[in-house]
Structures are given as C-alpha cells and as structure tokens.
C-alpha cells in the first residue's frame, strides 16, 4: 500500500468573533469535520462555491493558521504537535501559492531578493550558490535571468504568478498547496500556468493540493476531487467518476453549470435555489437540504455520512445511505 503524504482527518476550524459587549459569541463553522487523503504525486482538488471553506482548510493543513481540532498528518507526522523549529523545517516542504501574486509579493524587493529569501531563512548554500539557483528556477518558469533584477510591478499577472511560483518551488518543496492560483488571470493565461504547473509537476516530482471555485478549470489537471459545500466535503471520488457520475446533488448542480462534454449528463442546468447558507448559522440535518432538489424528511435532521458508493468514490446524502 502506497503511504499518503498528507493525511487530513476531521479537521475542524471554528472562528468566533463577539459584535457588541453584550452580543452573543457567533461561530463560524468554516471547515467542520473534513477528511482528505493525498498520495505521493496527486493532484487532489478542492472545489465549492466562495465561502465553503477551501482557503481555510488550505491554511490549517500548513498551519498558517491553527486548526481547532482534527489532525494533519505530512509523511506520517502529525504537523498539529510540531514545535515552531520543527513546523518550520516542515514547511521547507509544503508551499503556497496565492491567488494574487501580486498581494504576496513585497513590491519594495526585487523579484532576485524575492527569490533568495527562503533560501537565506532556511541557511541554505552561500551568496554565490543562492544566486545561481535563482537563476536556474526564474528561468524553469519561463523567464529570464535579466528580469531577476525588476520589481513586483513591472510584470503582467501571468508574470506574477510565475515569480509565485518559482518562490514556491525554490525550496525543492513535496506538496504546494495552490490556492486560486489562476483564478485572477484571464483564460489564455489561465492555460498557460496550468500546463506550467503540469510540466513543474513532473520535473520536481510534485504534489499538488489545488483549490478552486471552479470545476472547469480543475477537470484537467486533477487525478481525483473532493466538492466541499459549508465547510464539509460532500463528495470525493478519481476525476473520472467524479465528472461522469457526479453523485451528490450539489456535484451535480455545480457540474451542469460548467460546459463539460460529457453525454451520460443532461444538458439541462440545475439551479441552486437560494444563497450559500452562513457558516455561523448552518441548517440542521443535511446542510445542503435547504437548496436540494431531492430533499427527503430524513435530510432535514439527521446528517448523512460518507458512503462509497463505487471503489475510492465517497458520497455523503441520504439517497446513497445504504
Ligand atoms: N479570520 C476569519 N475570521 C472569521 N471568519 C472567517 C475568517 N476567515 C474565513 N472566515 C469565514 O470562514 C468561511 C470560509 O472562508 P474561506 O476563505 O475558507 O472560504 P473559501 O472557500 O476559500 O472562499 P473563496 O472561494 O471566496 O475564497 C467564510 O464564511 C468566511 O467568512
Ligand atoms: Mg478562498
């Protein structure tokens, strides 16, 4: 049996905040209960609507942020008991990459300082050593040398991201953690950095965690994918079942949405009745069962469990309870 590299059980992040002196403590339940499990070389993609909780679980699992309970295990040890030395040897091989490179990148260095400062926290190689390596990984993205020496600004998005990247990577990391990571650039770019990734993947022998609001964009790049919906993962399944038999009601709202061939599918757009509930006020039972079509009295106050419903396919509704 394969050993994963990361192994998220139950992760849970609850943030409470106080409006008013005398108001009620509110808590929101951004991720609540998610179980994942990422093999050596995988793309594993987390899609849901805004809100649902993608970036959270993201940061918890490189605790950027602190989970409130759960575990999160990279090569079998549980990064939740890591002291601050260790945590920080950890990250040496898990990354992020951003949404916006340009929010992440200092606009006061240059993109040859942004490069070399993992390199100088991490005491890793000499000026000279340090420099080349820039080199080497500015030029594996597609640009060049010369352009070591410009600032943040002076580059397109496209650009940015694969500075955000290249930053990423410097440390020769197992698992980047992508986070949008195409979602502000426009659609022939889009492409670009997607089949970038692709390459980067093979060459560094990569993990790729890959979060997304968007279905379409992951369908080609990720080996398996798990929806979230308010905090929770409904359905997680190889991408092949997943865009074939999207099982979950919310799979398949979301798939008729986007334009994907696909003739086991009807054409026919589901709409999602009503908003994304707030994660601070969750409906009972299923939380879905408020914008689902199939509603059963069931739904309303009891929550399903995950089932599998074919070999490495997991659905959390009713309707697959056996
Ligand atoms: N620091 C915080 N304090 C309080 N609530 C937060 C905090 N960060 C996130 N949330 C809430 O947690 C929920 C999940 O947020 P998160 O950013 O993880 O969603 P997301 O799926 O990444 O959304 P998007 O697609 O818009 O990026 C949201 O309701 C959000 O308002
Ligand atoms: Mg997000």
Redesign the pocket.
Known sequence: MRQPLLEVKSLTKH?T?KQGFFSKEKV?R??DGVNLTVYPGETVSIV??????????GRCILRL?EPTDGEVFFEGQDIRKLNETELRRARRNMQLVFQDPFASLNPRKTIGQLLEDPLIIHGIGNSVERRKHVEEMIQIVGLSKQQLDRFPHEFSGGQRQRIGIARALILRPKLIVA??PVSALDVSIQAQILNLMQDLQKEFNLTYLF?S?DLSVVRHISDRVAV?YL?KVVEVADKQSLYEKPTHPYTQALLSAVPVPNPHLTTQRIILEGDLP???NPPSGCTFHPRCRHCMDICKTVAPVASEVSRGHFVTCHLEQS
Request: net charge negative; glycine share 16%.
């Open positions: 943030f905040s929101v951004a991720v849901g609507e805004s809100g649902c909780g993608k970036s959270t679980t942020i986070d949008e979060i609001h979230m905090g707030s994660p601070a």
